[in-house]
């Protein structure tokens, strides 16, 4: 079955940096575009950042543009987001997504960002 496992998150200051990972399992991960997305408490859940298939295309959400950069290793069967210069709003739980036929979504790794 389908397994998304994310990791990396953790407590940085604002201007810190993470590198969240997420382990993909279960189906050919190299066929699939990923996406991360981002829940904060009380908000909906929001598209972060996407790559598609072969890595060749990515796009982020305004609020990342230049600070975050999303990339895919599918030798490993993982996907990254690298973030830069955190603030505080980026606080919040991340998720790992995979569109096929059905959302599929790990169980997120929580970043907080203390001002």
């Known amino acids: 079955q389908v397994q998304l496992v994310e990791s990396g998150g953790g407590l940085v200051q604002a201007g810190g940096s993470l590198r969240l990972s997420c382990a993909a399992s279960g189906f050919t991960f190299s066929t699939y575009a990923m996406r991360w997305y981002r829940q904060a408490t009380g908000k909906e859940r929001e598209l972060v950042a996407y790559?598609?298939?072969?890595?060749?295309?990515?796009d982020y959400a305004d609020s990342v543009k230049g600070r975050f950069t999303i990339s895919r290793d599918n030798a490993k069967n993982t996907v990254y987001l690298q973030m830069n210069s955190l603030k505080p709003e980026d606080t919040a739980m991340y998720y790992c997504?995979?569109?096929?036929?059905?959302?599929?979504w790990g169980q997120g790794t929580q970043v907080t960002v203390s001002s």
């Open positions: 997504h995979v569109l096929r036929t059905y959302n599929y």
């Open positions: 790559i598609s298939l072969d890595g060749d295309y990515t």
